[in-house]
């Protein structure tokens, strides 16, 4: 079945680190990909999304590709500050089922130090 | 963008009594809604879909005499866990879909003594 396996935290990075949050998955259909993140006391929320092989989907500095080959959607980004502590969830939707199944990894929780 | 708002956001309780989690958009109608429950250290997995004015679908392997859903209107869904015992103790999370966006609750940390 699908599911997704998601790189343990917790993550404890200086500000101004390179980010890496790593993310496999595994699919029988033509999932899409996505990067959930929740700040503390709210809801998750929508970070990044990719829908094809080779996409790379990008917000407020993250980014994230996918790549069939290796079945990955590893999140990135060059310069974390204080302000993205948070818990980042890797999920998959597969077509086949729609997309109000979302599978999700467990989270990597990161906290961002001055 | 719209809200979800989910309470409450954590609650300890004996074991069994039953424990009810609300879950409401604020700003939109939710047609469906969804729950989820976080074991720890394990995945994010969906335990029901939630259909206004009628009853859940249930995902395999949870007990929906155990968690009764209710979607009595277009902005609130419960979920009630009866009888909890030390081992629903659990992170509850709901969403609700906008057109073909998810929005979620800040989720619940129940804990069953």
């Known amino acids: 079945g699908d599911s997704v396996t998601q790189m343990e935290g917790p993550v404890t990075l200086s500000e101004e680190a390179f980010l890496t949050i790593n993310c496999t998955y595994t699919?029988?259909?033509?999932?899409?990909l996505f990067w959930y993140v929740q700040y503390p006391g709210e809801g998750l929320q929508l970070l990044l999304k990719a829908t094809k092989a080779d996409d790379k989907g990008s917000n407020k500095g993250f980014e994230a590709t996918y790549r069939k080959e290796t079945t990955s959607f590893h999140l990135e980004k060059g310069s974390v500050q204080v302000s993205d502590s948070a818990v980042y969830f890797c999920?998959?939707?597969?077509?086949?089922?729609?997309?109000?199944?979302?599978?999700f990894g467990t989270g990597t929780r990161l906290t961002v130090i001055p | 963008g719209a809200v979800v708002s989910q309470h409450p956001s954590r609650v300890i309780c004996k074991s069994g009594t039953s424990v009810k989690i609300e879950c409401r958009s604020l700003d939109f109608q939710a047609t469906t809604m969804f729950w989820y429950r976080q074991f720890p250290k394990q995945s994010l997995m969906l335990m029901a879909t939630s259909n206004e004015g009628s009853k859940a679908t249930y995902e395999q392997g949870v007990e929906k005499d155990k968690f009764l859903i209710n979607h009595a209107s277009l902005t609130l869904s419960t979920l009630t866990v009866t009888s909890a015992h030390p081992e629903d103790s659990s992170f509850y999370i709901c969403?609700?879909?906008?057109?073909?966006?998810?929005?979620f609750g800040s989720g619940t940390q129940l804990s069953v003594l």
């Open positions: 969403s609700a879909r906008e057109d073909e966006k998810l929005f």
């Open positions: 999920a998959l939707s597969d077509r086949r089922t729609g997309a109000n199944n979302l599978f």
């Open positions: 699919a029988t259909g033509y999932p899409s």
